[in-house]
C-alpha cells in the first residue's frame, strides 16, 4: 500500500531515534514496533503534525481533539528540546492549527519558557555589565571572567593555594 500523503524523508530521520510511544509510552516491542502518526490526518508532512506510536495505540487512535492535543503537546515540547527549527510550512501548521490543538498545558509551558528565557537573558545581561568593570582576563577571588563575543565565560582558578 503507498500512503497519500507520507511523511517527508528529513522529517522520518527526526524520528528516527525516538524508542517511546507518546500515547502509552511502550517501546513498541512485542505489539509490532513504532510507526509515525499524522495526528491531524494526511494533509500536512510537518513535524508537528508527526507522533511517534506503538503499532497497537496506532490502530485504536480515534482522532478526538483530546487525543490530538495530547500527541500534539507531546510532540511539540519534544521538538523544541530537541532544538527543531521550524520553517514555513511548520509555522503555517501550527498556526492554521492554534485554536486545534494548543491546550492551557501547553499555554503555560510556553510562558514558564519565554519567563525562563527572559531571565537567562536579564542574567546575562546584568553579567555583561558587570564585566565591564573587570579587565578581560581580571581574577575574582576564584573564578576569572573573560568575556567572547556575546558571551561570558567564567573560568576556575584551578591553582592551589
Known amino acids: 500500500m503507498k500512503l497519500e500523503n507520507p511523511f517527508s524523508q528529513d522529517t522520518r530521520l527526526l524520528y528516527l531515534y525516538r524508542y517511546d510511544c507518546d500515547f502509552c509510552g511502550g517501546n513498541g516491542n ?3 514496533g513504532l ?12 513535524p508537528f503534525n508527526a507522533s511517534v506510536l ?11 481533539q483530546s487525543e490530538e492535543k495530547q500527541l500534539f503537546a507531546k510532540n511539540f515540547i519534544w ?8 520553517n514555513e510550512d ?12 494548543f491546550t492551557r498545558f501547553l499555554e503555560k509551558w510556553l510562558e514558564n519558557l519565554h519567563s ?17 568593570y573587570l579587565p578581560k582576563g581580571t ?11 556575546n558571551q ?3 573560568e576556575e582558578d584551578s591553582s592551589e593555594q
Open 90 to 101: 511548520d509555522l503555517l501548521f501550527v498556526k492554521s492549527n492554534y485554536q486545534r490543538l
Open 35 to 46: 510507526e509515525l502518526h499524522h495526528i491531524t490526518g494526511r494533509y500536512s508532512n510537518s
Open 79 to 86: 521538538l523544541y528540546n530537541s532544538g527543531y527549527n521550524p
Open 152 to 154: 561570558l565565560e567564567v
Open 54 to 64: 506503538c503499532k497497537e495505540c496506532h490502530a485504536h487512535i480515534g482522532h478526538s
Open 116 to 132: 525562563k528565557n527572559q531571565n537567562q537573558k536579564n542574567q546575562i545581561s546584568k553579567e555583561q555589565s558587570a564585566s565591564i
Open 139 to 149: 581574577s575574582s577571588g576564584e573564578q576569572t571572567m573573560h568575556q567572547s563575543g
Open 30 to 32: 512485542g505489539v509490532g
